[in-house]
């Protein structure tokens, strides 16, 4: 049942990609993402999640499909991961988030979201230490999306 | 940033404003990305970013006038999402005038701004315009 708590956020990442990017994104679930992907070359964004769950939602995006978007709505070249590019992107995962939590709202969950943490790349993110239960793959034509939720029960 | 019609809302005096906050954006972020060093660019991002804000607290005003001018029923929640980002890069400049002007407070910042900025204009403007259209305003 609590899996159905990741699907408010596969969406909103569906939505907000359609909106922001005029990208097409195709949600799926994905056993044991955690384990077997490839890390290296991923951009971590986590956000904290209060209220009624309390938890941690973790975006991983590959770093060619992270600088794609940021090229796409600034309309400039980017080469490499840097300040701004983490930046905009944490603003992704947070305008991402928002939408989500505003959806589990109409469920009658009410939950805040604290603001995006940059985790880096694989190296750097907590994933070894954390266990994320819930884990989803947006598919769209820049790359996929990993999702990630993590509750306290 | 590309001005597309699509972020359009059909009201004249919101779309000028909005293209040319676009435009003020896009000569605040293309001097902070050109490929000068800080020391020679600093200046010219310090004066853009200040064309940039002046504008942002026209439109928003403007903005918000319109909403109450057809009775918009997001009004406050809207209000409340032009007060925070103004509340953000309220603090954000005073933070970069603390630290004496540092180059990675800039790039954070006009990350977060050109995100949020297409974001407000496709999801929240746009909701302005679905209403005005509901109504027949
Ligand atoms: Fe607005």
């Known amino acids: 049942m609590k899996a159905d708590l990741l699907t408010p956020f596969t969406n909103a990442a569906c939505q907000t990609f359609k909106l922001l990017l005029d990208v097409d994104a195709l949600a799926e679930a994905a056993q044991g993402v955690d384990g077997e992907s490839d890390q290296s070359n991923r951009v971590h964004v986590a956000i904290g999640i209060t209220g009624d769950l309390t938890g941690e939602v973790l975006y991983r995006f590959p770093a060619d499909t992270t600088l794609e978007i940021v090229k796409t709505m600034s309309g400039m070249e980017f080469s490499e991961i840097d ?68 509750l306290q029960s | 940033m590309i001005w597309k019609e699509k972020y359009k809302i059909g009201v004249p005096l919101i779309d000028a404003q909005h293209e040319e906050l676009f435009a003020r954006v896009t000569n605040f972020v293309e001097t902070l990305r050109s490929d000068k060093e800080w020391d020679e660019k600093v200046n010219s991002v310090n004066d853009t970013l200040g064309f940039m804000k002046d504008y942002v607290v026209t439109h928003f005003r403007d903005e918000e006038a319109y909403q109450e001018e057809i009775g918009y029923p997001g009004l406050e929640e809207h209000r409340k999402t032009h007060q925070d980002m103004v509340s953000y890069v309220g603090s954000i400049s005073e933070q970069y005038e603390q630290n004496g002007f540092k180059e990675i407070t800039m790039q954070q910042f006009a990350g977060k701004l050109v995100t949020w900025l297409v974001n407000h204009v496709v999801a929240d403007d746009q909701k302005i315009a679905d209403y005005a259209n509901q109504e027949g305003k």
Do not use: K
């Open chain 1, 83 to 150: 300040e701004f590019v983490t930046s905009a992107l944490g603003e992704i995962a947070n305008i991402i988030s928002g939408n989500a939590v505003t959806d589990l709202s109409q469920m009658e969950i009410v939950c805040d979201i604290l603001p995006p943490e940059i985790l880096g790349d694989g190296t750097q993110a907590r994933s070894n230490e954390t266990t994320y239960a819930f884990t989803a793959r947006v598919n769209t034509s820049i790359g996929d999306i990993e999702v990630l939720l993590q």
